[in-house]
């Protein structure tokens, strides 16, 4: 069978830039999470799907490797350089103008002064221009809040990381994970925080970090089910997680207590047989 090209595994064209490439990756990622297969035969076959996939991504988010697979492909490589200049194409030279320095003014000419030029009109930037200017601020805003976050002084970390959200909300998970941990650190808006852990766990998708995370925002406000239902997601990518497991069986023993009908399954000889 023909090799496939990355481009299109991903949906993408080949002018895409690095966030596109990573979002198509992650879309096509949670689509073929194991979860989503309806027999053990579509789970095989995703499992195929997103090894070629992930293949895709790991070269085209890579800027050597993408340049070398352009290259070594039809239809890829830079776009045409624009038009060669006269001196080097070929065309003919205009002779360069005399020199035509205007005489001295006398003092009648010095009497009336030109008018002042017009000031330059500034160039509209273009929608890709603006965009990577938000892109740059919010790097930098996100590395001035890594400043704090690493000496875990979360108050003054978290507006950096918010102005980051903000300028760039769809490149970067990390931006959102780390709103969401200061956020939750500084007992601020839990409902801020559960969209931020939400927003990274799904932009990162096998980012077991960024699930654990949202794990505790759930415990935090309250939601033990989904909570639970997060950690043993994590179980299915990595059986043998320790962080994971502590919190289900938490979680769990939590229920337990609050619910005696869970006890009585989990410890038949206190309530003895029905």
Same mark, same amino acid.
């Given at each position: 069978?023909?090799?496939?090209?990355? +481009?299109?595994?991903?949906?993408?064209?080949?002018?895409?830039?690095?966030? /596109?490439? !990573?979002?198509? +990756?992650?879309?096509?990622?949670?689509?073929?999470?194991?979860?989503?297969?309806?027999? %053990?035969?579509?789970?095989?076959?995703?499992?195929?799907?997103? =090894?070629?996939?992930?293949?895709?991504?790991?070269?085209?988010?890579? %800027?050597? !490797?993408?340049?070398?697979?352009?290259? $070594?492909?039809?239809?890829?490589?830079?776009?045409?350089?624009?038009?060669?200049?006269? *001196?080097?194409?070929?065309?003919?030279?205009?002779?360069?103008?005399?020199?035509?320095?205007?005489? %001295?003014?006398?003092?009648?000419?010095?009497? $009336?002064?030109?008018? %002042?030029?017009?000031?330059?009109?500034?160039?509209?930037?273009?929608?890709?221009?603006?965009?990577?200017?938000? &892109?740059?601020?919010?790097?930098?805003?996100?590395?001035?809040?890594?400043?704090?976050?690493?000496?875990?002084?979360?108050?003054?970390?978290?507006?950096?990381? /918010?102005? *980051?959200?903000?300028?760039?909300?769809?490149?970067?998970?990390? +931006?959102?994970?780390?709103? =969401?941990?200061?956020?939750?650190?500084?007992?601020?808006?839990?409902?801020?925080?559960?969209?931020?852990?939400? !927003?990274?766990?799904?932009?990162?998708?096998?980012?077991?970090?960024?699930?654990?995370?949202?794990?505790?925002?759930?415990?935090? &406000?309250?939601?033990? $089910?989904?909570?639970?239902?997060?950690?043993?997601?994590?179980?299915?990518?990595?059986?043998?997680?320790?962080?994971?497991?502590?919190?289900? !069986?938490?979680?769990?023993?939590?229920?337990?207590?609050?619910?005696?009908?869970?006890?009585?399954?989990?410890?038949? $000889?206190?309530?003895?047989?029905?």
């Amino acid at each position: 069978m023909a090799r496939e090209d990355y +481009y299109s595994l991903l949906g993408l064209d080949r002018q895409a830039p690095e966030r /596109e490439i !990573k979002r198509a +990756y992650y879309n096509l990622a949670r689509d073929l999470h194991p979860d989503k297969a309806k027999s %053990p035969d579509e789970g095989r076959q995703n499992a195929e799907r997103l =090894a070629v996939i992930s293949k895709a991504y790991n070269t085209l988010k890579d %800027p050597n !490797k993408r340049a070398d697979y352009d290259a $070594s492909n039809k239809g890829g490589g830079s776009p045409p350089s624009p038009a060669k200049s006269s *001196a080097t194409s070929g065309a003919p030279i205009a002779p360069r103008a005399a020199n035509t320095t205007p005489p %001295p003014t006398t003092p009648a000419q010095s009497q $009336s002064a030109p008018p %002042p030029a017009p000031a330059p009109v500034q160039p509209r930037l273009s929608a890709n221009e603006i965009q990577s200017q938000r &892109v740059l601020t919010a790097q930098k805003a996100f590395v001035k809040g890594m400043e704090f976050y690493k000496s875990a002084d979360f108050k003054k970390a978290l507006p950096f990381f /918010e102005a *980051a959200v903000e300028h760039d909300p769809e490149s970067e998970a990390q +931006y959102h994970m780390r709103l =969401a941990v200061c956020l939750l650190r500084t007992k601020g808006s839990f409902t801020r925080a559960l969209t931020a852990a939400e !927003k990274a766990a799904s932009m990162d998708t096998y980012n077991m970090e960024f699930k654990h995370l949202l794990g505790e925002v759930y415990e935090s &406000v309250g939601v033990a $089910s989904k909570a639970q239902t997060v950690y043993e997601d994590i179980l299915k990518w990595e059986p043998d997680n320790a962080k994971a497991k502590t919190r289900l !069986k938490l979680l769990k023993a939590a229920e337990a207590q609050r619910n005696p009908s869970v006890l009585a399954k989990v410890f038949p $000889s206190i309530f003895g047989k029905k």
